[in-house]
C-alpha cells in the first residue's frame, strides 16, 4: 500500500476516486431524502424575523401596506 499521493500508483489513485466519488452520492441522496421527506423545509424561503417600527399606509391612509 502507497501512503504518499506522491508516490501512488494507478490503483490506489482509482480507489481513491472511486472512494470520493461515491463519498459524493452518499451525500447527495442523503440530502435528497431528507428534503423529499420533508417538504415544508424551504431553503429559499424568506422569513421576516424583524418588524417595521412604523407601520405603512397606502396614500389614500386606508390600507396598510404588509411588507
Do not use: C, F
Not at 472512494?19 to 420533508?38: C, D, H, P, Y
Amino acid at each position: 500500500m502507497n501512503h504518499s499521493i506522491y508516490t501512488a500508483d494507478r490503483t490506489t489513485h482509482l480507489k481513491v476516486v472511486v472512494a470520493a466519488v461515491m463519498a459524493g452520492i452518499a451525500i447527495v441522496m442523503t440530502a435528497l431524502t431528507i428534503q423529499l421527506n420533508r417538504p415544508g423545509i424551504d431553503v429559499q424561503k424568506s422569513t421576516n424575523l424583524a418588524s417595521s417600527p412604523n407601520p405603512r399606509y397606502d396614500p389614500s391612509g386606508t390600507t396598510l401596506i404588509e411588507a
